[in-house]
Structure formats: structure tokens, C-alpha cells
């Protein structure tokens, strides 16, 4: 059968055969990626460099050391993918959707990664004079393969050319569409394989082992000890993932996981639990229950925006109002109150308060829509963080201490378990963050099974109503004011719940850290960037989204002023190659990308 496919001239529309972007035969090519693939594993066991001035010592031959790992893993993954496009009996079930797109993004991931290990050692020791035999092995292996997989045929788009009375500026754009449009063709796949009926025994390990290779990877990310090695965790995490999902392993996972969601639900949560236990100090703890504690409180705010489509701007507020009102009744010398409520109470209080607000917020303004609505909640989150500097006794009453705060806020006793103080449990010792991890973790479940089973409920179904079409869902008779007051009230509830925690976490609440844009989250801008880029009206979206926007600003602070510019092009250019999210709702999915053929069964969300 031959497949005719277009020109990459945007003027030519004659249809040859597929091609590559470098002109060199499919065999040529396929062996070059192949052969690299394997020379790049091989390269990770040679000296790069002859001194350990540069971070992971890359001096040892025999032994992969810091970097090295990672552009191993890109070498593994161009093999695998590589012998398996030959179809080698055995390698099938790696490519259910092909071949070829994940060969070249694994390409990609190792070139990219061992020439940014190059270029650090020479920029940071002085030259490329430092560089041993290993570095240009390296560096060759990786172009090597890189080639050929680019070299790979496909199937190339029709282009139009551009209008002649279009300006220079107007042709030029043309021109960069045409060639995006010829990246992505060279990257599509096709539907992946049903997957072969396995027994329900064997899909559950499946998930199990899934989840624990997921754990190690965010524990390695979250414990990279210096800036370099994030930075290249981030090149193969993003490579790797894209060329896992273009061979259509995602997708199958993602169906084993729908066909076994409380597994998948309890396994996650379990594998979560376990990451405490990995670490020897609270330095990385600390971390781990402020990214939860984030991501948390995004999973709050997509009832209000992925179910419900409100654009609500000042969400970070109902997270101080449950922080706020937890610290003034546990028994700060701060409190003008002088109460100490047990944590449950003050939990319970704080999500009250939090709920009050939303309801007392949301009732005259949610007849609103749009950007109006965006408006007044923006309105609320600076009314909120001003109302707290001022009430200091001197511009108000005394009773948050204004700008201070309230601090000294003690630790959790929850029925004589002291979360301050390091415990050991089955031979391993819990220090105090990973105690508040654990109950964080607690927390967050709460949330995920509030939000999954109101997004499965009538209720669930209005609020979807109301995102696609207000006006059409009240015509149908749904009342919209009410709907749309109970996800106002439920997200800031949850988000309540998280905010008593943070007040016992970080011992003192401050206005200064509910703002509504700031170089470190939480605040509302992050909050919902965390929405955004995880994914709309999804439960596992905006908790990947949350931990991600939370981890990569804390790791990227070397960059100092620099950092919101190099986040913010990051997120700009990962929103227009993936606009739907890194964990999409299929509906919202099928709308953003019209070719995609729409599954015959859609969740009641859209899941």
C-alpha cells in the first residue's frame, strides 16, 4: 500500500511518498537511532570530565554518577523503542500506538540532556578543555541517534502558502505555522492497540508498580541536591514522559486505571504515604506538605473553575480565612480570644468560616459572569489580605495583629499524638514535617472523594451544564444562582480545611502570604496556573498541576529575579503545545483538538 503525503514548501501540494526531516533511507536512519541509543547507555559508564569541581562527581569510569543517570534513562528509552520499531517479538506491548513519535522524543530527551551536561561542565570548569574521552562519546552517541530518529519517515501535511497580498510579518507567520504543522504530523500516532485481557490480579500489580516507578521518580526530583541536576531532571522527565505517552503506554494505564479506580485511588494515596518514610530529615518533608497542602487547595478551586466554570481570582483568601480562624482558636498567645480548641474543632471551625465567606461572597455577586465575576473575586482576595493588616488594634479592632500576624501557633495533639515531636514507627523515625505530611495527606484524601463524589452527583451534572452553557442549562431548568453558590461554598470549604493545617505547619499566618500574585506560591495566580496546566474538571490534573508549580519555583530560586520570567515562558510554551492540561478531561480535550476521535462512552464529567 503506499501513502502519499504532502511537501513541506508551503507552495508545493503534489503528495510523494513519506519522508523524513533528514534525508537518509528508513533503515539508515532507524539503525543510527537504534545503535546511538545503546552507545549512550554504554557513554553513562565512562569519566565525563576529570574533576568532581562539577556537581555529581562524572569522573568514574565503570559507575553512572549524577547527570549520568538521567541521560542513561534517555538511552534506555531510545533502545527499547528503537528495537521494538523492528517489531522484535517481546517488545510489542511498549508501542501499543507506535513507534516512532516516542523513538524520537526519547531521542530528544538523551541529546538534550547529555549536551546541557556538556555545556554546564564547560561553562561552569572553563572550557571544553575539561571534558574526558566519556563527554564526547556522549556527546556523539546522543547527535547520532537524534539523527536517525529524525531521519524516520512520516507523513507529511498539505500546506497552504500564504496569501500574496499578506504582509512580510503576516508571510512569515504562515511560514512558522506550516512548519509547526509539519512537527506535529511528524509526531502523530494512531490509536494505540487494545490492550490483551490480563487477569484482574495482574492489572491491579500492574497499577501498584506503576505508582511505586511514579514515586520514585518525584522523590528523586523532589531530593535533587543541586540546580544542575534539576534542571536536566526536567529535560528527561519531559522528554520521557511525552515519549511514553506518544507510544500510547499512557493511555493504557489511563484505561487500567478507570477500569480499576478505587485500586488506582488506594494505591496512589498509599504510595504517597510511603514517601515520608524515604527520607532521613525534614528538609525534604518540609516540602512534600507544603506541595501537598498547594495542590489540595487547586483541587478546591476546580469545582469552582474545571466543574462549574467560574473564574474565581482571589481563591487564595478562603485558604486564609480557614488558616486565620484555626490560629485564633488553638491557642495563640496572639489571640485575642484565648481559647484552645482541639485540632478537629479547630478544623472544623476553619472550614466553617471559610464556607460562611464563600456563601456570604458568592451571593451577591454570582449573578455575575465572565470577567465580571473574575473582577470581584479579585476584589474579595485584596479586601481579605488588607482586612488583616488592619485589624492591629491601631487602623482596626486587635485581633489578627496586622501585618505580625499570629504566630506561635502550636503544634497538633490529635488524641495525644504529638505531631511535633519525631516518632518511630515500625523502625522508621517520622520527624515533625512528615507527621504533618501524613495528615495532610489524610486531608487530601477527604478532598479527592468530596470532589469525586459530587462531580458524579446530580449536582455534578448541573455544574458541567453551567460551564459548557449557562444560559441553555437554566432554559433546561437547572437554577443557576443556587448551583452555582454550592460550589462556591464547597471549594471554599475545602479550601478552609487545608488552611488549618498551613496555620499549625508553618506556626505563624501572615496577610503577606495570601496575595494574589507572588514569586512563591500559594497564591491565587498559581492556584490557578495549578488548574490550567494539570487539567480542568479532572481529580489527578490540578493535584500533579499543584505539586508542579509548587516544586519547580522552590527549585528554581538560583535563578533569583529571573525566575517568574523563565517559569512564565515555560508555562506559556506548555500551554500552546498542551492547552487541555498534562491530565486532560476528555470533553474539554475533544474541543481543543477537533481531529481526535471521541470515545464511544464519556464520563458524566467529561472524564
Not at 455534578?460 to 433546561?476: N, Q, S
Not at 462556591?488 to 496577610?511: D, I, K, M, R, S
Not at 494539570?534 to 505539586?547: F, W
Request: glycine share 12%; aromatic share 10%; with cysteine.
Amino acid at each position: 500500500m503506499t501513502t502519499n503525503t504532502a511537501e513541506t514548501t508551503d507552495t508545493v501540494t503534489t503528495t510523494p511518498s513519506p519522508r523524513g526531516f533528514i534525508a537518509l533511507p528508513e533503515k539508515t536512519g532507524r539503525a543510527l537511532a537504534t545503535a546511538g541509543g545503546a552507545l549512550t547507555i554504554i557513554s553513562c559508564f565512562l569519566s565525563w570530565t576529570w574533576t568532581s569541581a562539577f556537581p555529581g562527581d562524572l569522573t568514574v569510569y565503570g559507575y553512572p554518577g549524577g547527570l549520568q543517570w538521567l541521560v542513561m534513562v534517555g538511552g534506555i528509552l531510545t533502545t527499547l523503542f528503537g528495537l521494538a520499531s523492528y517489531g522484535i517479538k517481546g517488545l510489542g506491548w511498549l508501542t501499543p500506538a507506535g513507534a516512532d513519535a516516542a523513538l524520537k522524543l526519547a531521542a530528544g530527551a538523551a541529546f538534550a540532556t547529555a549536551w546541557y551536561t556538556i555545556i554546564a561542565i564547560t561553562t561552569a570548569l572553563g572550557g571544553i578543555v575539561n571534558l574526558e574521552p566519556g563527554g564526547y562519546v556522549v556527546a556523539a552517541a546522543t547527535l547520532i541517534a537524534l539523527i536517525g530518529a529524525l531521519a524516520l519517515p512520516f507523513e507529511h501535511p498539505v500546506l497552504e502558502g500564504p496569501d500574496p497580498d499578506d504582509t512580510a510579518w503576516e508571510q512569515r507567520k504562515h511560514h512558522l505555522s506550516n512548519r509547526w504543522t509539519t512537527v506535529k504530523a511528524a509526531l502523530a500516532t494512531g490509536t494505540p492497540r487494545p490492550a490483551r485481557a490480563l487477569p484482574a490480579p495482574v492489572e491491579i500489580l500492574l497499577i501498584a508498580a506503576v505508582l511505586a516507578l511514579a514515586l520514585a521518580v518525584f522523590t528523586y526530583g523532589i531530593t535533587t541536591p543541586y540546580q544542575e541536576l534539576f534542571i536536566g531532571f526536567l529535560i528527561t522527565a519531559g522528554f520521557g514522559f511525552g515519549a511514553l505517552n506518544k507510544a500510547g503506554l499512557v493511555a493504557r494505564f489511563t484505561a487500567l486505571t478507570n477500569k480499576h479506580r478505587n485500586v488506582a485511588l488506594v494505591g496512589a494515596f498509599a504510595a504517597a504515604a510511603v514517601f515520608p518514610l524515604t527520607q532521613t530529615d525534614d528538609q525534604y518533608a518540609t516540602l512534600g506538605v507544603n506541595i501537598l497542602i498547594f495542590a489540595t487547595v487547586a483541587l478546591g478551586l476546580n469545582i469552582v473553575v474545571g466543574l462549574t466554570g467560574l473564574l474565581d481570582l482571589g481563591y487564595v483568601a478562603f485558604l486564609g480565612v480557614g488558616a486565620y480562624t484555626a490560629a485564633l482558636v488553638s491557642g495563640s498567645p496572639n489571640s485575642p480570644f484565648g481559647v484552645h480548641f482541639p485540632f478537629w474543632a479547630a478544623l472544623l471551625v476553619g472550614a466553617a468560616a471559610s464556607m460562611i465567606f464563600g456563601v456570604l461572597i458568592g451571593a451577591p455577586t454570582l449573578r455575575l459572569r465572565g470577567d465580571y465575576l473574575a473582577i470581584v473575586t479579585l476584589g474579595f482576595g485584596e479586601i481579605f489580605r488588607i482586612s488583616m493588616n488592619n485589624l492591629d488594634g491601631v487602623s482596626g479592632p486587635d485581633i489578627t495583629n496586622g501585618p505580625n500576624g499570629i504566630a506561635g501557633i502550636p503544634n497538633v495533639d490529635l488524641f495525644g499524638f504529638d505531631f511535633g515531636a519525631s516518632h518511630t514507627i515500625a523502625g522508621f523515625t517520622i520527624g515533625r514535617f512528615a507527621n504533618y505530611f501524613l495528615l495532610m495527606l489524610l486531608i487530601t484524601l477527604i478532598v479527592v472523594l468530596v470532589f469525586r463524589r459530587s462531580a458524579e452527583s446530580r449536582i455534578g451534572r448541573a455544574w458541567v451544564a453551567i460551564r459548557e452553557d449557562e444560559t441553555a442549562a437554566e432554559a433546561m431548568g437547572i437554577n443557576g444562582f443556587r448551583v452555582k453558590l454550592i460550589a462556591f461554598a464547597l471549594g471554599a470549604t475545602l479550601a478552609g480545611l487545608a488552611g488549618a493545617v498551613q496555620a499549625h505547619v508553618n506556626y505563624t499566618v501572615t496577610p503577606d502570604q495570601y496575595v494574589f500574585a507572588n514569586a512563591v506560591p500559594p497564591n491565587s495566580a498559581f492556584l490557578l496556573a495549578a488548574v490550567v496546566l494539570g487539567g480542568m474538571g479532572t481529580i489527578s490534573g490540578p493535584l500533579v498541576g499543584g505539586a508542579l508549580l509548587f516544586m519547580i519555583p522552590n527549585k528554581l530560586q538560583f535563578l533569583g529575579e529571573y525566575q517568574l520570567l523563565v517559569f512564565g515562558i515555560a508555562l506559556v510554551i506548555l500551554m500552546r503545545l498542551r492547552p487541555e492540561g498534562l491530565i486532560p478531561n476528555r470533553r474539554n480535550q475533544l474541543e481543543l483538538h477537533k481531529d481526535l476521535e471521541a470515545p464511544t462512552v464519556l464520563g458524566k464529567t467529561g472524564a
